[in-house]
Every structure is written in structure tokens, then in C-alpha cells.
């Protein structure tokens, strides 16, 4: 042995024969605020579902708040603090003031819970033949909760954002009568016409990601590895979104083998559609639909469920909330949206006098501060909220058209010039955001605010624009893009933008000067221009008319400021490309499908291009 080391003695509490990882770990808990339990409720198949509860400690006559979610519930109650508060993340925090029981569950096969997991599960029926859906399990669960939580007054709230604000959509289909109040935060609603995975057809090629990080382990899965860091290069490279999924393994997913089976809106996606089913079986829960006014993935559920409620006579328990918010980032602070800043902490404002409020008064009876109108919506020009009695859905709204006019103008006078073309070139298509466009990209969540003057100047983009507006111009309501157009090809997309240009100069804030700010945009597949269900060539060279709504908004264009429309046929690599020569299923176009079309958008007498504006006079 090396020098020195001959005089050193081995004592037998030098040694472990065992595992350093005892059999079981018990946290001390003495300066805990609350209480951590984790069990396993059984639904009424004997799955039993990982379900983390926090609870005061001390508690007694307290209701619960529910959200059942395929992300992991560990990982929104860490208990990694002494303090509840500290304990729990962002979305609970105001909720973890000792006043509620909080409760995450993993939805089944998926982290901790037992059973198969099947993406956005269908409701039981023809695409679902088994005894359970998210809707049992939901009742099963709240069952359980108020049976067994002695610390509860048995009133259970549900809440969750995205896919947790499906989860909560699909508990109103049949709710346990202890669920007294319900906030679906930007849910999935229908995934085929505005949400997540398709809009009006056109496919959001960049969730393919979605797809292996849930469903190729019960656990967080793997993204698909990238080769170029621009993911324009590695979308465009792939060829079409059918070979770059089945180049990364998605032939083991049997979902994505049922997607890429259905890539018009038949019945998998008609009879899933969450807005159509909530009509069907209307609940009488107190609900809040609460989504973002710039919501980049869901930006079409909360609002059309709450449009189908109130059209089908269930306005009264149904509430709209719009905020200017990102994706989910009601859980989140709401300082600001990109460079739109707001007066305070919007999001946290929210829920301290709105949310909460709203769900005390149902869940354990204290008065509500003031009712809650038919629909808050956030104006984001007086940055305020507007409330409304009488918010109407589309279906009930005035329109009034701004038409394309010639020299690339636009007004509420007569549409006039010709027409305006331009080569689209699927090898060269119009990027959703400057490149280069990482996977793992901060501009993601708010690039429906992103400045368009990077666009401008392309030569297949078409930007119409007002005159400088001497009076506001306000609008309220959901936009409808009316286009006539015709190609060269036998298929194509439509992009249509309305956009608020911004004066050259803003003293007040000097970033702004000149912004191209997207008030509301989304894109058309045209072979869906006369069915949804039942796709059809384009006739090339002929005008087509091209109608679509776009998200809802409540906006006021000022005084000093431009209103643009813009025009183009791709998104990328947001959006696949359309090939535009017509194929049966464009996720498996062939190279030489993808061709060159010569775009023209009329706006003579016999195509009177415009967006149908909800126009209401200025107060
Ligand atoms: N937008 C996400 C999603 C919802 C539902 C299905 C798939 C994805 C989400 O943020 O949860």
C-alpha cells in the first residue's frame, strides 16, 4: 500500500453491504403548512388513478379543486417547500392560501396512474367502445374525493388549462353533482377546425413533437431529433409531414396511424368535437370558458363552446372570458404579451377578483363581489376589460366589409381595381416567424403578435391598407375573411391577417413605431372550401370564393393608425405546405406533387374580396 496508509483502520460503520436508498423515505413534517397525501382511486373498471392532494394543514369544511392532467402530477405538486404556496406550481399558487384542498390527477396510462392512455380519449360511443371515458373517470374520481377527503365540504371545483381544460370539458358532459363550478382555461375543443392540430385542414405540422413526447412512454417522451437547428430547413428538407413523421417512427404510434388516416373532418373528428358534444348533454355547472385572445394552440375551443351553449339556450351558467394572453398564460403572469404591456399583472388580477372569487361563491357560498357577466373580454387598445350582457356568438353578428381595393387599398367604400397575384412557391414558403425558427423557440408563444413587417416586402405576400384612420374603428366580434380567388394549381391555402398599423412614430413607446400588429389571423385549406368533410380539386383559373372566420377580438383601431389586410399562402413551418396540385391525403404528398401556382385574389365587381368586420359604433 502507498505510504501512510498502513496505519488506517476499517471500522464496521465504514460499511454498507445494503442500498444506500432506504425502503422507504418519510419527509419530516414539522413546519409543514400542509399535508401531502398520494393515493390510487379506483374507478369503476378497478383502474386505479395516481392522484396527489394537498391539504392544509388543520383542515375542515374545505372544497377541493380538481385537475386531472396527461403532464404529470408530481410534477405540479412538488411538496418541495414547507409552504404550501412554495409547494405547487404557478397555475395553484393563489389557490394554495390554505383555503382550498388542491388535487392533480394523472389521467389514465399516463405517469402514475394505472390503464391505457389514448390521446384526448373519446367520449364513450361509436369511437369509443369501452365502459369509461374522461367523463367517468371524472365522476368516478370526485366520487372518491368527497367519500374520502373528511377534510373537504364536499364541493368540488375543476380547473385546468389546454388539454386539462379538456379534461374539465369532458366532465360536464355528465358531472358528479358535487362538481359545483368548472374553468376550462384555452381547452381543446376541436382539434380538425381551430385547436391543436389542424385549422380549417391545414395541419400544424410543428406538434408533430407533441405526439412522441406523449405517447411513446407512459413518462415524458422524447421530442423528434432535429439535423438542422432552423426548423424551416427541417420541415422543408423532410419532404412532406407524413415522411418526416414515418422517417422519426411514427408508424409505432397507432395514433398517429388514425390522424394521418383522416385528414379531412369526418367522423373521427366530427364525433369528438367537444363543442358539439357539450350541446348535446349541457350541464347546469356555473362555467367559465376563459381563453387567450392570442392564444397560439387553442386559440378556437373556449370561445366556440361557449358560442354553442348560448346558441343552444345554455347561455345563462355559461361565461366567456377573453384575456391578451398566450396559451395558458392565465397561470402564468400577464404583464404583458411580446411588446403589448398592460397596466398590471393582468393574469394575477384575474384570478385574486374574478376567478376565485367565482369559484368561493359556488363552492362555499360567500357572495360574489359583483355578478359575472355573460363575457369579459380585455380591450386591449383602452387596456381594460369590457364587460358584456349581451355578447353575441358569430352566427348573431352584424357584418360590415372592408374590401380590397385597387393600388393595393382598402376601405368600407365600393371593392375596386382587378385584381393582385402573386407566384406561390411551396420550395420557398412564407415563414411564421423571422428565421431561423428553433424547435425550442421563446417566439413561440407569442408569435401571433409578431411584427409582420418582416413579411411585408415579399413578393408573395399582398398587403392591402386603409388610408390613416381619422376616426376608431372598433370591432367586436369573430372577423370573416371573404376571398375570390383563383390559381394555376388544384389546390392551395389561404392566409388571411388583419392588422393594426401602428403611426411611424410612438413617443411613448418608440419600439412600436411602424408595428404591423396581428389583431387576428389563420389560415384555409381551399380543397375544404365547399365541405369540411368531403374535400375537392380546385378548378384551376377559375374564382372560387374562399370564406372563413377568423379568431374573435375585441379591438379598437385608432385614430392615426392603418388597418391592413394581408394575404399569402403558407405559414411555415407552423403549417405544412400545400402541394397545390390536389392529392387524396396531402400528409403523404409526393415531391413532384409540390408545384408553383399563380395566386390572384380578385376584388373586381364579380369577386368582391373582403373581411366581414363586426363593426359596432364608437361609444
Ligand atoms: N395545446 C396542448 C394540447 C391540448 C390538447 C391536446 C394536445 C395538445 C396543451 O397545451 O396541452
Known amino acids: 500500500p502507498p505510504m501512510g496508509q498502513q496505519a488506517a483502520q476499517v471500522t464496521p460503520d465504514m460499511i454498507q453491504t445494503g442500498s444506500d436508498i432506504p425502503a422507504k423515505w418519510v419527509q419530516p413534517q414539522g413546519n409543514f403548512d400542509y399535508v401531502k397525501r398520494e393515493v390510487m382511486i379506483p374507478m369503476r373498471d378497478g383502474v386505479k388513478l395516481h392522484t396527489v392532494i394537498m391539504i392544509p394543514k388543520g383542515a375542515h369544511d374545505l372544497p377541493m379543486l380538481l385537475e386531472r392532467t396527461p403532464y404529470n402530477a408530481s410534477g405540479m405538486m412538488p411538496g418541495n417547500s414547507p409552504k404550501m404556496a412554495d409547494a405547487v406550481w404557478s397555475g395553484d399558487k393563489d389557490w394554495a392560501d390554505g383555503s382550498y384542498i388542491l388535487v392533480a390527477q394523472d389521467v389514465r396510462g399516463k405517469y402514475g396512474s394505472q390503464g391505457k392512455y389514448i390521446m384526448t380519449r373519446p367520449p364513450m360511443g361509436p369511437l369509443n367502445p369501452t365502459k369509461t371515458d374522461d367523463t367517468t373517470d371524472a365522476w368516478d374520481t370526485i366520487d372518491w374525493l368527497v367519500k374520502n377527503i373528511t377534510e373537504s365540504n364536499h364541493n368540488v371545483g375543476m380547473i385546468g388549462s389546454s388539454y386539462d381544460g379538456w379534461t374539465v370539458a369532458m366532465a360536464l358532459l355528465h358531472p358528479h353533482p ?47 431529433p432535429r439535423s438542422n437547428y432552423d426548423d424551416y430547413s427541417n420541415f422543408l428538407d423532410a419532404g412532406s409531414p407524413g415522411a418526416y413523421a414515418e422517417a422519426h417512427g411514427f408508424k409505432q404510434l397507432p395514433w398517429w396511424k388514425r390522424f394521418a388516416a383522416h385528414p379531412a373532418y369526418d367522423a373521427f373528428w366530427q364525433l369528438q368535437a367537444l363543442d358539439k358534444l357539450l350541446v348535446a348533454h349541457p350541464s347546469s355547472v356555473p362555467t367559465m370558458w376563459l381563453q387567450g385572445l392570442w392564444d397560439q394552440e387553442d386559440i378556437y375551443g373556449a370561445v366556440h363552446a361557449w358560442e354553442a351553449l348560448t346558441e343552444a339556450g345554455h ?81 348573431e353578428q352584424q357584418l360590415t366589409p372592408l374590401y380590397l381595393q385597387a393600388d393595393f387599398g382598402l376601405g368600407f367604400g365600393a371593392p375596386g381595381g382587378d385584381g393582385d397575384s402573386y407566384v406561390s412557391d411551396p420550395a420557398k414558403p412564407v415563414p411564421y416567424l423571422p428565421r431561423p425558427i428553433p424547435q425550442k423557440n421563446d417566439r413561440w408563444r407569442t408569435w401571433l403578435v409578431q411584427d409582420q413587417r418582416f413579411v411585408v416586402d415579399r413578393p408573395d405576400v399582398l398587403s392591402y391598407v386603409t388610408p390613416v384612420l381619422t376616426q376608431a374603428v372598433t370591432v367586436q366580434g369573430a372577423p370573416i375573411a371573404d376571398l375570390f380567388a383563383k390559381t394555376t394549381g388544384t389546390d392551395g391555402d389561404f392566409v388571411v391577417k388583419l392588422i393594426d398599423v401602428y403611426p411611424g412614430t410612438v413617443p411613448s413607446d418608440p419600439e412600436m413605431g411602424g408595428y404591423e400588429l396581428p389583431v387576428s389571423l389563420d389560415i384555409f385549406r381551399g380543397r375544404y372550401r365547399k365541405s369540411f368533410a368531403d374535400p375537392s380539386p380546385i378548378p384551376a383559373n377559375q374564382v372560387q370564393e374562399y370564406k372563413f372566420r377568423l379568431p374573435t377580438v375585441n379591438y379598437a383601431f385608432q385614430p392615426g393608425h392603418r388597418i391592413m389586410v394581408q394575404i399569402q399562402s403558407t405559414l411555415f413551418p407552423l403549417y405544412d405546405r400545400n402541394p397545390q396540385t390536389y392529392v387524396p391525403n396531402i400528409l403523404f404528398a409526393k415531391p413532384a406533387d409540390y408545384r408553383k401556382a399563380t395566386v390572384t385574389i380578385e376584388h373586381r365587381a364579380d369577386g368582391r374580396s373582403a373581411v366581414l368586420l363586426p363593426v359596432v359604433a364608437n361609444k
Request: proline share 10%.
Open 178 to 224: 358535487a362538481l359545483k363550478v368548472a374553468a376550462p382555461e384555452s381547452p381543446m375543443i376541436d382539434g380538425w377546425m381551430g385547436d391543436d392540430w389542424y385549422h380549417y385542414g391545414a395541419l400544424r405540422q410543428v406538434n408533430l413533437d407533441y405526439f412522441t413526447g406523449q405517447m411513446t412512454k407512459p413518462g415524458e417522451g422524447q421530442e423528434v
Open 315 to 395: 347561455g345563462s351558467n355559461n361565461h366567456l372570458v377573453m384575456g391578451p394572453w398566450w396559451h395558458s398564460q392565465i397561470n402564468r403572469d400577464g404583464w404583458n404579451i411580446g411588446p403589448l404591456k398592460w397596466p398590471g399583472n393582468t393574469t394575477a388580477q384575474f384570478r385574486q377578483t374574478v376567478i376565485i372569487p367565482w369559484f368561493n361563491h359556488y363552492l362555499r357560498g360567500t357572495p360574489m363581489p359583483k355578478p359575472l357577466p355573460t363575457a369579459m373580454i380585455y380591450n386591449p387598445v383602452a387596456q381594460q376589460w369590457d364587460s358584456f350582457d349581451h355578447w353575441k356568438p358569430a352566427s
